[in-house]
């Protein structure tokens, strides 16, 4: 069974500018969680979509937005890129149920200049 | 608000040896407590789960003891090896809605293996 994708893996872009990333889950699972990983914060949680509906969100602006898709694929867009927003963009998915454990992608490398 | 302390941050180890990763949390309500091994350039990689009804779960060389009163869990790796050089994070979530969606995860352990 293929794994999470996501792309594309790394993205350079500038201060203003907004971007968005894609993320793909494993067969069958419809749950998809995306976090930020940054040396001096660690892995933070941004959101998690299940049915194309947002079920829960992390402590983010609002320039952090995410969306899912009938085929349970997610997007997830930020707009007037800061320098800050340099970091990778982790996509996990996860079956609905008993065991729920998320699986991580490889993620996307952002750099904001 | 940090919810989950992670100790140490780096670890250094003598192949053969046992690395030891300490995790503390601070909500009751955490029902799930995952590890997870990240290589640079990777995703993170799910290790081994717990659960706080049970104190102790093995997989190969991994374990995990959990300690429900003193709100603490821990990571030990047997024979460690070069291979198992990574850093190691700890995580924990509350179950919700039929999903364990929001992981709040621990700063990290840079672990090395000395061959």
């Known amino acids: 069974k293929a794994g999470v994708t996501q792309t594309p893996r790394y993205l350079i872009k500038t201060r203003g500018q907004q971007v968005t990333l894609s993320c793909s889950p494993i067969?069958?699972?419809?749950?998809v969680s995306w976090y930020q990983q940054t040396p001096g914060q660690g892995l933070q949680f941004l959101f998690e979509?299940?049915?194309?509906?947002?079920?829960n969100k992390g402590n983010f602006p609002g320039r952090f937005s995410g969306r899912q898709f009938s085929n349970s694929r997610s997007e997830m867009n930020v707009s007037t890129l800061e320098l800050g927003d340099s970091a990778l963009y982790l996509c996990?998915?996860?079956?609905?149920?008993?065991?729920?454990?998320?699986?991580f992608g490889p993620g996307t490398r952002l750099t904001v200049l | 608000q940090q919810q989950v302390k992670q100790s140490p941050q780096s670890l250094i180890v003598q192949k053969g040896g046992i690395s030891i990763i300490n995790c503390a949390y601070e909500?009751?309500?955490?029902?799930?407590f995952p590890w997870y091994q990240q290589f640079p350039g990777k995703g993170p990689a799910l290790l081994i789960a717990?659960?706080?009804?049970?104190s102790e779960k093995k997989e190969g060389r991994f374990t995990i003891s959990f300690n429900k009163s003193a709100k603490q869990f821990s990571l030990h790796i047997m024979d460690s090896q070069p291979g198992d050089s990574a850093t190691y994070f700890c995580?924990?979530?509350?179950?919700?809605?039929?999903?364990?969606?929001?992981?709040?995860f621990g700063k990290g352990t840079k672990l090395s293996v000395k061959p």
């Open positions: 979509y299940f049915s194309e509906t947002q079920r």
């Open positions: 995580a924990a979530s509350q179950y919700h809605g039929g999903s364990q969606g929001n992981l709040i």
């Open positions: 067969s069958g699972h419809r749950s």
């Open positions: 717990i659960r706080p009804d049970v």
């Open positions: 909500n009751t309500a955490f029902d799930y």
């Open positions: 996990a998915s996860s079956l609905v149920g008993t065991t729920s454990e998320q699986f």
